[in-house]
């Protein structure tokens, strides 16, 4: 997740910054930080760990300024080691920069091995790396910013969200097929960047639009200027977002994340019936879909899972022994509810099979009599190269065995999933036909390197 803020009031930039980063903790649990800029001069502070864990109000009180940006980070390239935290600072010949990178770039390796040809020293792991050094170099041969930027923009390719802070400008791009979000919001006389709008709830923002897809904003003393930048391409919104990765109370693009659940429930009731007593949602990411479902069917939507309030996204924890621990420590069944009961267990996805094999064991051993899973998103058959943790086919479990396979593997008495035809007409408001659905079908907006599906394993083991 990214935040950025050019503080034009009283506020305290550092703490606006903190709080939008709160909001934004979904997006990533392994690290987070901010930098600042006070005069011109950037400082910062970055860890591994959440956001109140990285920061206390003395941290907070020691970086000053009225420029900030701000990260929450789970990796999808390089590791979770604190080197690999963002923001990223670094000097070029421009002064002091600093950049904060959500998704991800297919073509960063070799952009990489290019630079380290010519001599180029990294100090990270990250595709973000790459794009500080582009930025660097291009920075060299003019300082105009928009003419660096748009230099970079020509030869990174891929999903990205940036925010940068330079000297005093806080700068916002969204990649030029707009895969992952990047909206602007105001608060008193001072803009606002951040990946959802939900940030901009939280620190009393008010939400002005979505960035473009290929824009860059500046944004400097209280005016912002757009440049809508000549790589445009069709829109292609990771519709991943919309099922899982975004939080409900944000909306991106003109469609209501809440609105695209509770939509995907009521249509998989419409294609996938069955009987039963209640509908359940594995919470947090399936409770939506399953208040739609119940909706739609009339069966009655009940509370049988329990989560531990104070155990973060599971699937977010890097290795999978961890992720097969951490469902039974999140998630408890109740008897109470579940004993003798025929339930339909609703979840956004199946990816790897771990989490819906521990529910359905738990519901069965606390008395459910059938439990029918139905899943509001279709199949996960291939991995995503643009920011989401969906790693290669062999981990893929819906890329391995047919749908009755994986009902059988996971102990369920049906197992549906939504089609991709429903799924599409999920996001109510958004431009049609805008979507990027390549886990789902492998059609990807942009040809994708072979190589990159071993980094991802490898990354992943
Ligand atoms: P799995 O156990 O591998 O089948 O993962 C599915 C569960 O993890 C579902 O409950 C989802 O809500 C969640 N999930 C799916 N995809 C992701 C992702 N890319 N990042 C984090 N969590 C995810």
Redesign the pocket.
Known sequence: GVFGISNMDDFDTAQITYFGLYALQHRGQESCGIAISKNGEITGHKGIGLVPEVFSEKILDRLEGNVAIGHTR?STTGGSSVENCQPLIFTYKGGKMALAHNGNLINASKIRYELEDKGAIFQTSTDSEVIANLISRNGLKCSDLVEVLTKTMEVIEGAYALVILAKNTLVGIRDPWGMRPLCLGKIGNSYVLASENCAFDVIGAEFIRDIDPGEIVLIEGGSITSIKSKFNKPHRFCI?EHI??ARPDSSIDGASIYRSRLEAGKLLAIESPVEADMVVG?PD??ITAAIGYSRQSGIPYGEALIKNRYVG????QPTQQL?ERS?GIKLNALREEIEGKRIIII????????????IIQMLKNAGAKEVHMRISSPP?LNP?YFG???SSKE?L?AANYSIEEIRKSINADTLAFLSVESLLKTPIGAPVNCFCTGCFTGEYPMKVPMHLGKDILEKNC
């Open positions: 789970y991943f899982y990765f594995v990411s399936g996204r599971t699937f977010i992720r469902v979840d956004d996805s199946i990816v790897r099979g771990t989490t819906s094999y521990k996960v995503c989401i943790d969906i981990h479990i």
